[in-house]
């Protein structure tokens, strides 16, 4: 059974730096990209920041130059910290573990940017 364990986000103020840590169990995680996406209200979800398995990099064009994403094998954990924070980074952020032939999703965590 694949199990992600989300943490972090909750109200963070306009201007700070977010961090999200998620935790997955249950899969071969070193051979799955992981990373983060999220959807805001009446919008679609959009990428924020994966990281591959050969750990390549791939950012959201909103969130580029101002996001990290990181990934921990032997803890099967991947981590997100954006900074510069506006309050349209407010959204559900889902984290996300895909082997390109199955992918699996978190339950998301809430964020929202206070001004």
């Known amino acids: 059974q694949v199990q992600f364990v989300e943490s972090g986000g909750g109200l963070v103020q306009s201007g700070g730096s977010l961090n999200l840590s998620c935790v997955v169990s249950?899969?071969?995680?070193?051979?799955?990209?992981v990373g983060w996406y999220r959807q805001s209200p009446g919008k679609q979800r959009e990428l924020v920041a994966v990281?591959?398995?050969?750990?390549?990099?791939h950012y959201g064009d909103s969130v580029k130059g101002r996001c990290t994403v990181s990934r921990d094998n032997l803890e099967h954990e991947v981590k997100l910290q954006i900074h510069s924070l506006t309050s349209d980074d407010t959204a559900v952020y889902y984290c996300?573990?895909?082997?390109?032939?199955?992918?699996?999703w978190g339950q998301g965590a809430q964020v929202a940017v206070s001004s």
């Open positions: 996300n573990a895909d082997s390109g032939d199955t992918g699996y």
């Open positions: 249950g899969i071969d995680f070193s051979n799955y990209a």
């Open positions: 990281i591959t398995s050969v750990r390549s990099f």
